[in-house]
């Protein structure tokens, strides 16, 4: 028996030790890390001072290491200056500027190979432009574009000069876009034309246009890659071609110096408001915490080929695309399109032809690409992979085996990462080439990061498989400096408790008897759907805000792929919709969450009712919600409830 119920959760038995031939060449064997450890231990600032002087090329070096004057707002390296977009291209230039820097590849195929030094070219080219469109150190700048080289590009020239970018994903809406952009104060928005995802246009330009039609006053100029080729509009005086305003702009760019805490970039995230907050990161503390795991977690090396499968427009995508691979020297893989199209094998198809060698992904597309069976995966060489990696959501054993056997062919470690857009890097992961894993379990915090699990009153829970709090206990390099614009807002979500010492991250955990960490899900009112993080309150304000609702719950629902779906109970305006009608209403209101934040937020199922099941005192009653969602038999008595006949309604019964 490879598993055991134990107080009716899964306890993992089956270990699985790197194989000899990994570690042999790993970059960090078990006595490194263990030297690591203990020097965290002993010294935790020099133990950060350190790696900081090593793995950062400073402009002019830091004094202080760790400035907690302000705590929770800590400070890192506050007194250094240097630049991101540098230390990612720069200073590879003298021994690898011919080395590849990003192979990409489009969805019909097209690929291109960039250098380091084209890279180098290409990011000051359009560093230059921002400088000659008036951006200056500090200003926002939105970037809404597909999964293509000049996102990566728009994001480091940004970097170079010291302005603060915000990814917006390019799913989310023109209502989402507006709101970041609003939030933000954008100066610009740098966009395409459209992008391809499943044979289809992703519209990114109409969806700017419609979002800087209303308010948006912030916005002077909008910058449109050609991608796509179809038909848009141009605004004159605000929209110009990417390739016009390239033209002529000199190939070099002297870096702005700026200093260690100076914004990188703003991430909007899903919370348990109704509205995304800007997480802020600042520009030393995020690289170094990316530069390392690039090289501890995935042990990138010279010739490693590396292919982490996120956006952009999500942290992954920022830490493990964008910046951490390239300030390790190493060559990324960036793909524009679907992972089924033109099958289910393109993702395998990609990997023999690119010789990928790291392989890092999230456990819903592990799960959809199994669904298609072996026989995709076994037409393709995937000899040229020695790691693999999951993000994004707790593995289920199943899909980590068929990960471990069919695509590592039970030969490449697998890391399973626990971190968060606020993290800005992993936090709990095994080493590969040391760490033993568990199917399920992501293992052990890495040195220097403080993770600890603890009970109410902020005492670590020592006993096995008992769960408690995420928390981590000291800051570290690459933490969250602040919800943008909102230093309260930062407080109370990831300091509430504990006196404010310890970071809470929102997710309860277990540590088994080898002490190794199991996520059980969020504390909070946030669902995890395909590894995406989507507020319950975020979806609920959007359907009450369409003319037809009055009010709307949502809850999770779990799901075999995504994770969790999303169930929202709704209750109209005049009478309950029933037959062809609540058809349409089911319809209509999909739609329009898909407008107001995005496909992925778009509701799964919809059950109408005459009112919520609430108590007495009003409030709604989401656990039962949740068990009606999972068609779940009801053990609670319901008969305290407010309103007790709309159960049978949200049940489908009447
Ligand atoms: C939340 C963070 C970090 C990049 C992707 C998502 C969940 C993340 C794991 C994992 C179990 C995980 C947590 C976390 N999560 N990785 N390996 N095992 N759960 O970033 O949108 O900031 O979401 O994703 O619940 O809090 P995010």
Known sequence: MSSIEINSVLVENRLFKPSATFTAKARLKAEDLEALYKRAEEDYEGFWGDLAKQHIDWHSPFTTILDDSLAPHY???????????????????????????????????DTRHISYQQLHDDVCQFANVLKAKGINKGDRIVIYMPMVPEAVIAMQACARIGAIHSVVFGGFSAESLRDRINDAQAVMVITADGGTRGGKIVELKKETDKALSKGCASIKNVIVLKRSGQDITMQDGRDSWWSD????????????????????????????????????????????????????????????????????????????????????????????????????????????????????????AIRALMKFGDDYPNRYDLSSIRLLGTVGEPINPEAWMWYHTVIGKERCPIVDTWWQTETGAHVLTPVPGVTATKPGSCTLPLPGMAADIVNEDGKSITEANTGGYLVITKPWPSMVRTVWGDDERYVDTYFPKFDGKYYLAGDSARRDDDGYFWIMGRIDDVLNVSGHRLGTMEIESALVANEAVIEAAVVGRPHDLKGESIVAFVICKGDRPVGDDAEKMVASLRNWVGEQIGAIAKPDDIRFADGLPKTRSGKIMRRLLRTIAAGEEITSDTSTLENEAVVEQLQGKV
């Not at 890192?76 to 230390?87: C, I, K, L």
């Not at 291209?89 to 500027?97: F, G, P, Q, V, W």
Request: aromatic share 12%.
């Open 75 to 109: 400070k890192w390296f506050t007194d250094g200056t240097m630049n991101v977009s540098y230390n990612c291209i720069d200073r590879h230039l003298e021994n690898k500027s011919e080395k590849t820097a990003i192979i990409f590849e489009g969805e019909t195929g």
């Open 245 to 364: 305003t390239i033209e002529g702009q000199d190939k070099t760019c002297e870096p702005e110096w700026v200093n260690a805490e100076d914004p990188l970039f703003l991430l909007y995230t899903s919370g348990s408001t109704g509205k995304p907050k800007g997480i802020q990161h600042a520009s030393a503390g995020y690289l170094l915490n990316a530069v390392i795991t690039n090289l501890w977690v995935f042990d990138l090396q010279d010739n490693d080929i590396f292919w982490c499968t996120a956006d952009v427009g999500w942290i992954t995508g920022h830490t493990y695309v964008a910046y951490g691979p390239l300030a390790a020297g190493s060559t990324i893989v960036m793909y524009e399109g679907a992972p089924v199209v033109p099958d289910a094998g393109r993702f395998w198809q990609m990997c023999e032809q690119h010789k990928v060698t790291v392989f890092y992904t999230a456990p819903t």
